[in-house]
């Protein structure tokens, strides 16, 4: 079965606490990897794309990296603005078929 | 730049009551969603659509419907509203690429 898990489901960090949240996946013909952001009150807001193990993406403070298995978000010297639910999907087929698979998120809160 | 407009924002409704919620994109984009979110249930998929004309089910359908009957416009109904249906309804929209996300819709069915 299609699976998506992301870990862990909350994080407490103090501003300049560096760490790493987990996207781990059993999905068969993966075509992508997203990462969003989610205020409260709001909807997800692209973070990134991946599309093959090895691949790294970085903005600002964070860098997603991508495995066959797994795909890490990590925070360097995170800030309080930083403090979001953050989340993650797998697309397999393409087009049309398009499928996205969700996890249910990384609460993130960074204490000043 | 608007991006993904939903309205309303907030509604309330009792049992049975019937309402539909808008959402609009200015993007020009072929493919647009409803989702609801709930907590511990994450994102699910109800409805979808490929372009202009076009809808499908998702995950989740029954006690929905939907109509695209304009490319940048795709409407969410429900025809007679159950408490189970209290939740935050999120639209988006996506070429072949990432989603771009409305600010939702908090609905309440009393």
């Known amino acids: 079965e299609d699976q998506v898990t992301q870990s862990p489901e909350a994080l407490r960090l103090q501003e300049g606490e560096s760490s790493s949240l987990n996207c781990s996946y059993t999905v068969s013909g993966l075509r992508g990897l997203f990462w969003y952001r989610q205020d409260p009150g709001k909807g997800p807001e692209f973070l990134f794309t991946l599309y093959s193990a090895g691949e790294e993406k970085e903005k600002e403070r964070l860098k997603a990296t991508l495995t066959k298995k797994e795909s890490f978000l990590h925070i360097t010297a995170p800030k309080p603005e930083d403090s979001a639910t953050y989340l993650c999907a797998v697309q397999k087929g393409a087009g049309n078929n398009r499928k996205l698979i969700w996890g249910l998120g990384t609460s993130l809160a960074v204490n000043p | 730049n608007a991006g993904v407009t939903q309205t309303p924002k907030f509604r309330v409704l009792k049992t049975g009551q019937s309402m539909t919620l808008l959402c609009a994109q200015d993007?020009?984009?072929?493919?647009m969603y409803w989702y609801r979110q709930d907590p511990g249930m994450g994102l699910r998929l109800i409805h979808y659509s490929v372009g202009e004309g076009t809808t499908a089910k998702g995950e989740v359908p029954d006690g929905y419907n939907v109509s695209r009957l304009k490319k940048q416009n795709f409407l969410l109904g429900l025809e007679s509203a159950a408490p189970s249906q209290t939740s935050v309804y999120f639209c988006a929209s996506s070429t072949w690429g990432e989603l771009f996300f409305g600010s939702g819709t908090q609905l309440s069915v009393l």
């Open positions: 993007m020009n984009h072929e493919y």
